[in-house]
């Protein structure tokens, strides 16, 4: 993954409506205010050990995730979500968990910048 590359593809959200620039920006607003908050939902909820809450915020981020093309943790938020609601595999958490950190953060800067 390098720096200048963009870590989402808006194609599929931009298609959704019908290519209307104003919707997509406003769009992009959302998920820039909303996207933190689920973030840190799904920490929390790891480090609380609630894991029907983990899974639930796992699920409400995917949708997200999937609208805006963000393929380098489609798998893993799909574990997460898993793993979570079957209480399996919980020592891969941490990890899956770390990487969704990690892009959703550059992500988010990368959003910043394209809706100035």
Do not use: C
């Not at 298609?15 to 939902?41: H, R, W, Y």
């Not at 609380?48 to 981020?61: C, F, I, M």
């Amino acid at each position: 993954m390098k720096a200048s590359e963009l870590l989402y593809d808006l194609s599929g959200l931009s298609e959704m409506v019908s290519g209307d620039k104003n919707e997509i920006k406003e769009l992009n607003n959302m998920f820039l205010d909303t996207t933190p908050q689920g973030m840190a939902d799904i920490n929390e909820s790891y480090q609380e050990k609630d894991y029907v809450r983990l899974s639930s915020s796992a699920h409400k981020l995917k949708s997200t995730i999937g609208l805006w093309g963000i393929k380098d943790i489609k798998t893993e938020i799909e574990l997460i979500e898993k793993f979570a609601k079957e209480q399996s595999n919980l020592e891969k958490l941490p990890a899956l968990i770390e990487k969704l950190n990690k892009v959703l953060e550059i992500v988010l800067k990368q959003l910043e910048i394209e809706v100035k």
